[in-house]
């Protein structure tokens, strides 16, 4: 297949995060044809990373393979390619197999590709892949950033707070305890606290994503549930004392996903921007030094007309290919 029909055939396997097998299984045999020595690396029951090796790797390409909901099948014009992960990530995923297809054809070895699961949640397949890493010295990792090099990424804290309450009729309320209510004064108090901001990376952002709770309009709620995810740019503790004081014994709080700051380093020849998400990489300490790029505007991402266009796809290839060459002529 070339770039484009690879892509297309990707994007038409759904693989939101959690129904990753059919996607895994795919790309290792596909890889395997390329003769590459590629595995399955499990990560949990019917979910595995996949591992695909030409010597031994000193520089790897890796990006994930789940996608975030609903699912929709991939179509095209003479310029994009549409469809749920054409931009996050399986566009991506494409153009490294390219330029890992093409080093191997060139004669470059000790290269490897890794592809995982989880990233849209809690980056589960990037922490086990971190427990076997290969020996390399660098990672390159797939977002997008719009073919950009990011020097920089904010970290993520994701937090869930819980209210618990008691039921009652809803014209006796004073017999119950009104969870909901609870919940909002809580997070009233949370929207307001101050935010850092960081000269490179900009101000910190918070999201209250989901909020659930109630059984009824006539029932005071006995439970109520909401879920905030903060894009943070410096460390967390500050915040995360912050939100507990203010949290006290009023509700119960629990830290789903606390994801740190990460600074990369620029290299000479390529141009660089800072993204606002976060990624797999602070959970791949242990795969090299790392760095982060791919084809795609963020913007579309996750969206409902999600796209990539063909020439940042061929653009995003050549760039893997010279990057890894770049980083194995480095001491």
Sequence with gaps: ????????????????????????????????????????????????????????PDVVLSTHMDTVPPFFPAHEDADHIYGRGSCDAKGILAAQVTAAERLKNDGVKDIALLFLVGEETVSDGAREANLNPCGSRYIINGEPTENKLAIGSKGNLRVDVRARGKMAHSAYPHLGVNAIDKLLD?????????????????????????????????????????????????????LRQKITEIIGDRCELVIVRDTPVLIMEKL????????????????????????????????????????????????????????????????
Aim: charged content about 25%; glycine content about 6%; hydrophobic content about 45%.
């Design 1 to 56: 297949m070339d770039l484009f029909e690879l892509t297309k055939s990707l994007v038409n396997m759904a693989s939101v995060t959690g129904h990753e097998k059919a996607c895994a299984e795919f790309v290792k045999g596909y890889l395997v044809k390329l003769g590459f020595q590629a595995v399955l690396m499990p990560v949990s029951r019917d979910r595995s990373n996949v591992l695909a090796t030409w010597g031994k």
């Design 186 to 238: 809580v997070l009233e108090q949370v929207r307001r606290i101050p935010l850092p901001v960081s000269p490179l990376l900009g101000p910190s952002t918070m999201n209250i994503g989901v909020i659930s709770g109630g059984r009824a309009a006539n029932v005071v709620p006995d439970e109520a549930m909401a879920q905030i995810l903060i894009r943070i740019v410096e460390n967390s503790e500050p």
């Design 268 to 331: 000479d020849g390529y141009e660089t921007d800072v993204v606002a998400f976060t990624t797999d990489l602070p959970s791949l300490t242990n795969w090299g030094r790392p760095l982060l790029l791919g084809p795609g505007c963020i913007s579309e991402a996750h969206t409902e007309r999600e796209f990539v266009r063909k020439a940042d796809l061929v653009a995003a290839a050549n760039l893997y290919y010279r990057l890894v060459r770049d980083l194995k002529d480095r001491d």
